[in-house]
Every structure is written in C-alpha cells, then in structure tokens.
C-alpha cells in the first residue's frame, strides 16, 4: 500500500519560511519524480515544484521562483519543499503526489500517488 505522509506546515507571518516533508513507502520512491501540488480555499489545486528521480532536474511554477526549492533523499524516501520568503498567497493545503517517470512534470495527471496535504497559512 502506497503511503505518501506530508509533515512541516503550520501558520508563520509573511516573509518567513518553512520546510515541508514528505515522506513516502509502499513504492520503489528512487523510481519515482515527486512533485509539490497547493489548494487554497475557493481554488483548483495548482502545481508548485517538481523533482526528478535522481534529484539532477527540478521544474517550479513562477510564482515561486527564487523562494521555494525541492530536494529528495532517496535513502530516506523522503522529499522536501523549502519555502522561503513566504506571502500570504502562498497559503493553501499543500499535497505531495509521486509519478512513475524519471522526469519532474507540473501536470497534475501524471501523478499515481497523492498525499492527504499539509496546510500552510502565511499571515500578513
């Protein structure tokens, strides 16, 4: 049974940071492209970052350009999402998902696997 288990969000004032967790079994994870995904109320879920298998090629929506970086341990099953310089925009429930390819991907539909999410509320 694939498990995909978000940690880290929580509330933090505008123009800090934090570090999402993901940590994922049941699945062969180094053969997996994980990637971020956020929901804010009253919105379609949206692609934030994206790594690849081997952690070499990362792809990130605009928006967080410069402030959010993904990393992966492939010896913990584990990836990350570093979010820096945090706005009140970027609140939202945040889901890691893994796909079943090599490359980092933003669309949404290649994903197999989805966490049930974090939520991260940035106050202003």
């Known amino acids: 049974q694939v498990q995909l288990v978000e940690s880290g969000g929580g509330l933090v004032q505008a123009g800090g940071s934090l570090r999402l967790s993901c940590a994922a079994s049941?699945?062969?994870?180094?053969?997996?492209?994980m990637g971020w995904f956020r929901q804010a109320p009253g919105r379609e879920r949206e692609f934030v970052i994206a790594?690849?298998?081997?952690?070499?090629?990362?792809y990130r929506a605009g928006s967080v350009k410069g402030r959010f970086t993904i990393s992966r341990d492939n010896a913990k099953n584990t990836v990350y999402l570093q979010m820096n310089s945090l706005k009140p925009e970027d609140t939202a429930l945040y889901y890691c998902?893994?796909?079943?390819?090599?490359?980092?991907?933003?669309?949404?539909?290649?994903?197999?696997?989805w966490g049930q999410g974090t939520q991260v509320t940035v106050s202003s």
């Open positions: 790594i690849s298998w081997s952690g070499d090629i990362t």
């Open positions: 998902a893994a796909r079943p390819l090599a490359t980092a991907s933003p669309r949404e539909y290649e994903y197999d696997y």
């Open positions: 049941g699945l062969a994870f180094s053969r997996y492209a």
